[in-house]
């Protein structure tokens, strides 16, 4: 009983001392996660028209499918002002999700990353790419990329979504989605032909007319997350 009196006496002494002690933040800890997992379907649209994009903009325009993983803060599939993993080069350069998906298949072996997703390509900008995505407390984030095609090295997509908030699971997001360099080629039209870098650049928001005009940049697609009702 007696440290029980003892912890108690402390309190009223700490509660009468006013207002320097009460106020002090809790002690730094982790932000409160949602207890169990959750699963969102994942839907990239186009904004990437002539119209809304008209430098140059190519016949037979698409996105390559998309590649995504959920994960936690030590994996990520870009950052801007770093170098471009080989997977992210490839899929910027040709759409391809090899070896995209064995870095995250690795990041998954690691503990860092929960899952793999993606979807086909996107031809008809009427129609949707569509993907799950199951995210749990370790790996709340989500990231995923898709090539912007036909281009030397540009891709869209999102890094690092964090799809938990106060301790819960958002019930829907939707993310404006901008162009980027990979910085895996020096191309600087639509259909440049090869250029590769060597050393690799470090990956930009892609600030070239196609993307930015009278100083404006411009979105080319729409990212939403819509968590699944089980
Ligand atoms: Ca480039």
Redesign the pocket.
Known sequence: MRPMIAMALLGVIACGKGSSNSAAPPAATQPAMPAGPAEYRVIVKSTWTKVSHPFEYPSGAHFSGMIGASHNAKYSIFAIGRRPTPGLEHLSEEGKHSPLDTEIRTAIDQGNALMLFESGGLKNWRDSMVATVRVDPAHPLVSVVNMIAPS??WFTGASDINLAENGAWITRRTVTLYAY???????TTYKAKDKD?NPK?ATTRAANRHFVSHGRVKPVATLTFVRKTS
Do not use: M
Request: hydrophobic share 0%; aromatic share 0%.
């Open positions: 030397p090295d360099d990979s910085g895996g080629d020096d191309g870098t650049k």
